[in-house]
């Protein structure tokens, strides 16, 4: 990945591949965390299309909403998993709708195995957009299986040994949790096995976006929709708070490619909205505390940066101190002007000036007792 383009990108590791925080040791960026002071702002971002199933210090998992245009805003370029990305959803399935014991037990390489006689009810968190789910199933011997998905859906599908695919339509109707049930209902001393499910989606899955670059150990795929760390955007909305700014994005009702959403009020008459394609940029020094971009600007815009927004940090376009404004929620943003720009951001908090100054104080106060008390000695001696 680091033989790949120059310009930043983060990484996402899935199904235990990468722990988060182990990819700075090679200097890769991962878009989760582990620490034990969490920026709130970008927990809140990320738990809106990832779960963190450890806990709040670690922000997002494998159950990521990959049609989100949230995730490719935080320019995760690579993909680190042991399964097909297709079937990552799996993973919620087994931790948190763990059917009754007495009618299922599950095997480290599948989700679920049903024995006759018996059935099992799944309550899975379906999103917005979903219209059911797809899976694999097979039986040792033939048998036949009948999917209830609540609101008086249902369908039946008969099993082979070999496994087939197997669609269940659902529609959530704006419910946050759907009751699957799987209900055996012919074949003597039949098990079904059950593996490798998914989401199906209304709007169209984009996971065709995900291109296949490493076939090994792990698997690695390129998200080639992700979007940069920085552009420039000529179009912005203003929202009247951090809530409705979030719900907008979560809902999808933006196209993050080219509009910048702010809670900060920009002078209107300086900046006339354009909703024309972003202008790319080019990040030409990148260090801890620092960051230089340059941005050749069509008009007037927004540099947008996909780095959290924090207190402390300063920019500077062209020489000159200007405003970071808030933006996408977490991240930051400057206004530049039409032309060339050179823009960049450092770190350089007040706390650090402050303790600077009272360490040399102190120091200088030292050094003056010190030489006062050496002064007196030489005196008396004298």
Do not use: C
């Not at 490719?72 to 097909?84: E, F, I, M, W």
């Not at 480290?108 to 694999?136: C, D, H, M, Q, R």
């Not at 900060?264 to 505390?289: W, Y």
């Amino acid at each position: 990945m680091k033989k790949e383009p120059k310009d930043p990108f983060r990484v996402i590791g899935l199904d235990r591949v990468l722990f988060p925080n182990m990819a700075s040791v090679f200097e890769i960026a991962d878009v989760r965390l582990l620490d034990a002071l969490v920026i709130e702002r970008y927990k809140d971002f990320t738990s809106s299309f990832m779960d963190r199933v450890y806990g709040g210090h670690i922000t997002g998992h494998e159950n990521i909403d990959f049609n989100s245009s949230m995730f490719d805003l935080t320019n995760t370029r690579y993909v680190l998993s042991t399964d097909p990305i297709d079937s990552q959803m799996t993973s919620y399935f087994i931790r948190f709708a763990r059917p009754k014991p007495n009618y299922i037990k599950e095997y480290k390489s599948l989700i679920a195995v049903i024995k006759e006689p018996g059935s099992t009810v799944f309550k899975i968190p379906v999103p917005p957009s979903a219209n059911g789910l797809v899976f694999k199933a097979r039986s040792q011997n033939t048998a036949e299986l009948r999917i209830s998905a609540g609101q008086g859906q249902s369908s039946s599908v008969s099993l082979k040994p070999e496994w087939q695919k197997v669609a269940v339509d659902a529609n959530s109707e704006g419910n946050k949790e759907l009751s699957f049930d799987f209900n055996l209902t012919a074949g003597q001393g039949a098990e079904i096995q059950i593996d490798q499910m998914v989401y199906r989606n209304i709007k169209g899955d984009r996971l065709d976006r995900f291109k296949l670059i490493y076939d090994d150990d792990i698997l690695i795929y390129e998200n080639k929709d992700a979007l940069p760390r920085a552009f420039v955007a000529y179009n912005y909305e203003e929202f009247k708070d951090s809530s409705s700014l979030l719900n907008s994005m979560v809902e999808g009702k933006n196209d993050l490619s080219r509009t910048v959403l702010m809670e900060d009020q920009l002078d209107k008459k300086a900046f006339k909205k354009r909703k024309v394609e972003p202008t790319k940029v080019s990040v030409e020094q990148k260090g801890i505390n620092s960051l230089k971009i340059v941005a050749n600007s069509r008009f007037d815009g927004l540099l947008f940066l996909g780095d959290n927004f924090y207190p402390g940090w300063k920019a500077l376009v062209n020489g000159k101190e200007a405003e970071i404004y808030r933006a996408n929620y977490t991240f930051k943003a400057v206004r530049v002007r039409k032309g060339k720009n050179i823009v960049e951001f450092v770190y350089n908090p007040s706390s650090v000036s402050r303790g600077l100054i009272i360490s040399i104080a102190g120091f200088l106060a030292l050094a003056f007792i010190f030489g006062f008390s050496i002064f007196k000695t030489y005196k008396k001696s004298a």
